[in-house]
C-alpha cells in the first residue's frame, strides 16, 4: 500500500477539480475510454492534479479509484438532488473528514479552516475524501443542476458549471470548437443545396 504524500490544496475548496479530473478519465473520445490502464496512468494523472504517490499505486488502489470514478460519473449523470444526495451518502459513507486550522500572519488575524482527509489516512481514503468534499461542495454551492456531461457527439466528459448564466453546454474548448465546426459545415451544406 503506498504512503501518499498529499500536495493538495484543499483551501479554496477546489477538490472539485479532482472529482471532475478523475471522472474524465474515462473517456469515450477514444477507441477504449479506459485512460486508467495501468498504475502508472494512475499515478501520472495523480501528478497531474498535484498529488504524489510514494511508492507508485499498486493494483488495489487503482481499483479503488476507478470505482470511485464510476461512484463520481454517476453523481453528475443523476437528474435529481435528490438521486445525487442519495449516490454521494453512499461515497461518502464512513469516512473521516479531518478540520486544519491556518492561522495568517497575527497582525492581521487571518484564521481560516479547512477539512480533508485526517493524518495518515491512505490514498484510497485521500481521493475518496477529496473527491468526496468537492463534489458535494460543488452540489451545495451551485446545484445539481450545475452538474453536467457534455453534449457533443462522441463525448461525456463531466463539469461543473460555474458560468454566471449557467448555459455551458461542453466540457472544454475542443469540444465547443467541434460543435461550431459541425455547425459551419450544416450552414455550408444547406447553403449549397439551396443554390443547386
Ligand atoms: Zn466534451
Not at 108 to 135: H, K, N, T, Y
Request: net charge negative.
Amino acid at each position: 500500500m503506498s504512503q501518499p504524500i498529499l500536495r493538495h490544496d484543499h483551501e479554496d475548496g477546489s477538490g472539485f477539480g479532482f472529482a471532475v479530473g478523475l471522472g474524465n478519465t474515462w473517456d469515450i473520445w477514444f477507441d477504449d475510454p479506459e485512460r486508467l490502464k495501468t498504475t502508472g496512468a494512475l499515478d501520472e494523472f495523480l501528478a497531474t492534479q498535484g498529488w504524489e504517490s510514494v511508492p507508485s499505486t499498486d493494483d488495489r488502489e487503482l481499483e479503488a479509484a476507478r470505482q470511485l470514478r464510476s461512484e463520481l460519473r454517476s453523481i453528475f449523470a443523476s437528474q435529481t438532488a435528490h438521486e445525487a444526495a442519495a449516490m454521494l451518502a453512499t461515497l461518502l459513507n464512513g469516512l473521516v473528514v479531518e478540520p486544519r486550522l491556518t492561522v495568517g500572519d497575527p497582525a492581521d488575524g487571518d484564521v481560516a479552516i479547512s477539512f480533508g482527509p485526517r493524518d495518515g489516512a491512505d490514498l484510497m481514503e485521500q481521493m475518496r475524501v477529496v473527491a468526496g468534499l468537492g463534489v458535494g461542495g460543488a452540489l451545495e454551492r451551485w446545484g445539481v443542476d450545475r452538474l453536467r456531461m457534455c453534449d457533443a457527439d462522441r463525448c461525456e466528459d463531466v463539469f461543473i458549471d460555474t458560468s454566471k448564466n449557467g448555459r455551458r453546454r461542453y466540457c472544454n474548448v475542443r469540444c465547443q470548437n467541434r460543435f461550431n465546426v459541425a455547425a459551419l459545415r450544416r450552414r455550408t451544406a444547406e447553403a449549397r443545396s439551396e443554390r443547386a
